[in-house]
């Protein structure tokens, strides 16, 4: 990646376009400007047969301008730094700040263009993009743009800490890590995955650093003869662990708690059928609410709940079945 920083003190992450993709997005240009410019002399001629040989080289002149020169122009303003060459690159032409172009860094990039693409064939434009840190040609540096590839390589897996050694696994398990703040813990990540990237005198530095930092956080030094980074590999193996049964600890629990309720009240209660059965006559629409006789084997006598529930007799003498 390229250092590039905004005039905010911002580091962008853009990755300069080098000579060989420059090349082929500007041999993909050249051939459909040359076909555009050789399709437009040919109805130029044709058209302008019957003129003096003045009128015919001032429409040479301005043809070329227009098409070699003006064309350029207009497209990379257009679509902001995408011309046809450069789109099927994957690069495109932006400001030193990163920001789009505009027309006026066109309109540079195309004049000096004229002088170190059109008329030295590219010489002077490959000479100084070898030269340049950043790949840039003349009309770059004067127009102050820079061109950036658009279409970089994606990472080869997600960025996690390495595993510890089988050894150090469950080691620290009696270790305090509640006063470690989330600052440390971002810096020991971070220094994980990228630990294999660094100069091996500065990961081995940096690695000290950090687990002096980790042990004076949690009142306890590191074992003797454990490297340091494996070391923090461990520590940050054990606070995953951690967070990882505290979360399965917090699903068990809200899932007791969610069905003790109906477990401690036991089976819904069922409501006993109730059946109108006819009693005294002392109205016309006089009933008798009583529940509905228990299935029993026929030869069994009624219960004294159930004697208690009939209804009673009537002043004739005579009582209704139960």
Known sequence: MSGLV??????????????????????????????????????????????????????????????????????????????????????????????????RHALVRGAMGVVEVLFSFGVIACIASLVSARGRRVGDVFAGTLVVRERVPAARGPMVPPPPPPWLVGRFGGLDLSGVPDTLWLAIRQYLTRMKQLDPAVSWSMAQRLAGDLAARTGTPAPEGVPPAAYLAAVVNERQARDARRAFAAATSGTASS????????????????????????GPDSTTAHPAPAPHPPQAEPSADLADVRPPASPSGFAPPA
């Open 6 to 103: 905004t005039g905010d003190a911002v580091v962008l992450g853009l990755q300069p376009a080098r000579l060989p993709s420059r090349a082929l997005a500007l041999a993909i240009d050249l051939v459909v400007v040359w076909a555009a410019y050789l399709m437009v002399s040919i109805g130029l001629a044709v058209a302008t047969a019957s003129l003096d040989e003045a009128a015919v080289m001032a429409v040479s002149i301005a043809s070329f301008l227009l098409v070699l020169v003006g064309a350029p122009i207009a497209v990379e303003t257009l679509s902001h730094g995408r011309s046809l060459g450069k789109l099927a690159c994957g690069l495109r032409v932006v400001r030193d700040d990163g920001g789009p172009i505009r027309f």
């Open 259 to 282: 069905s003790a309720p109906a477990a401690a009240f036991g089976p819904a209660p069922v409501a006993e059928a109730v059946m109108p059965v006819a009693g005294p006559a002392t």
